[in-house]
């Protein structure tokens, strides 16, 4: 049985994750096209796990890196499965920010998925296989990576600050407006 619905403004996602639910619209309808993309394109479903997604409009964290004001709380924010062993994470800085781009090892490495690629992940290991690039289908459905927070290099203690699973699809609304969106 699923957890309770936070708002009549939002959909179950048939997600192994705390809260289920991101807000109707774009957020709810492009989530599960990224799904099935992602499935069909690597060969095994990615987005059947999260490490979040919906947090109630009263969710508060003391946690480094966790935001006071969070996306999740709008309900147009997920967190990818970070414990998952098929992501290869590599840090890209533009204007003056480190952002972190995912890429997949693709379930078949014979040449029919992904595109063969030797890469640098963010801890200096280079890694060659058939990667599928998340960041870029994310991307194409309206979800969009957030910089890591200042910190990040710390990673034995600041690891939260990374960022790197972190996926918005906000509609271009503000976290007011999303709120009042789903609590009138």
């Not at 289920?20 to 479903?45: C, E, H, M, N, Y």
């Not at 309206?142 to 203690?157: E, F, M, Q, V």
């Not at 690891?159 to 976290?175: C, I, L, R, V």
Request: glycine share 8%; aromatic share 12%; proline share 5%.
């Amino acid at each position: 049985m699923p957890p309770k619905q936070p708002s009549p403004k939002t959909e179950f996602m048939d997600v192994e994750v705390g809260m289920p639910f991101l807000r109707t619209g774009a957020p709810s309808d492009s989530f599960r096209a990224l799904r099935q993309k992602v499935k069909a394109d690597v060969g095994f479903d990615f987005l059947s796990k999260c490490a979040d997604m919906m947090r109630s409009k009263t969710f508060k964290s003391n946690k480094p890196g966790v935001a006071k004001k969070s996306r999740h709380q709008c309900g147009d924010a997920f967190d990818y499965n970070i414990e998952s062993p098929i992501t290869v994470v590599v840090r890209e800085d533009s204007g003056g920010h480190t952002y972190f781009r995912t890429y997949l090892k693709c379930a078949s490495q014979d040449g029919t998925m992904g595109v063969l690629k030797t890469v640098t992940d963010y801890r200096g290991k280079k890694v060659k296989a058939h990667l599928y690039d998340f960041t870029e289908a994310a991307g194409s459905l309206g979800w969009h990576r957030i910089p890591a927070h200042k910190g990040w290099k710390k990673i034995g203690t600041n690891f939260s600050k990374m960022e790197y699973w972190h996926y918005q699809n906000t509609e271009g609304k503000s976290y007011q407006d999303a709120m009042t969106f789903l609590y009138p």
